[in-house]
C-alpha cells in the first residue's frame, strides 16, 4: 500500500501525548477540516518541531493519509484488547485453528473456547496479526497486509471502539476512507 501525501495548512487545536517521543494532533485545516494527525518523535529533546506543534500556531503540514491509529491511542488510553490471552480469564491457550479463533468486543479481545460468549465474531489469523502489528506500531507488517484483512480488522477495530467507549461515532466512516 503507497503513502498518499497531500499538503494543508491550518491551526493546532490540540495536542496529546503518544508514548514516549510522539504526539498526536489534532489540527483545524484549510481544505480538509479537522484532521488529526501522529507527529513522529516530536518529544524529542533534539526535535526541531515540538515548540512548533502547541495549540494556537498556525502551521504547514505534509501529512500523508491510511493509517488509523486508533488501536495504538486505544492502547496509550489502557483499553487495548488482549490478543495473546484469553480476556477473559487470562488463559495462553488461544484456539489457533482456522476458524476457532474467537474475538469478543464486549469480553475485552481474544477468548479461549470455555469463556466465549455469545455474538463473539471468528476473525482470520491474518486480521488478528494485523490487530497486533497495529498495537505495536508495525506499519510496514500493517501497510503490507491484504485489503480483505484490513476491512476486517478496520471493522473490528470500529466496533471494540464504539463498545468501550459507550457510544457511536460519526466519524468512523471517514477513516476506511483516508
Not at 495549540?55 to 491511542?73: E, I
Not at 495473546?84 to 474467537?102: F, I, M
Request: hydrophobic share 40%; with cysteine.
Amino acid at each position: 500500500m503507497g503513502f498518499v501525501y497531500y499538503r494543508d495548512d491550518g491551526i493546532v487545536l490540540r495536542t496529546q501525548d503518544l508514548g514516549e517521543a510522539d504526539r498526536i494532533i489534532t489540527v483545524l485545516t484549510r481544505r480538509n477540516g479537522r484532521v488529526r494527525a501522529v507527529g513522529k518523535g516530536v518529544r524529542r529533546t533534539k526535535s526541531r518541531f515540538g515548540a512548533r506543534l502547541e495549540p494556537f500556531t498556525h502551521v504547514d503540514l505534509l501529512l500523508y493519509a491510511g493509517r488509523s491509529f486508533l488501536l495504538r491511542s486505544l492502547a496509550v488510553a489502557g483499553y487495548a484488547p488482549a490478543l495473546d490471552e484469553c480476556a477473559v480469564c487470562g488463559s495462553p491457550d488461544l484456539p489457533a485453528a482456522k476458524g476457532s479463533r474467537v474475538f469478543a468486543i464486549a469480553a475485552g479481545g481474544l477468548t479461549c473456547r470455555s469463556c466465549r460468549p455469545a455474538g463473539a465474531v471468528t476473525p482470520s489469523a491474518h486480521t488478528v496479526a494485523l490487530m497486533g502489528a497495529l498495537l505495536r506500531g508495525d506499519w510496514a507488517q500493517a501497510d503490507s497486509a491484504e485489503r480483505r484483512h484490513q476491512v476486517e480488522c478496520s471493522g473490528l477495530v470500529a466496533a471494540y471502539l464504539q463498545w468501550h467507549l459507550e457510544h457511536s461515532i460519526r466519524s468512523l466512516r471517514h477513516v476506511e476512507h483516508a
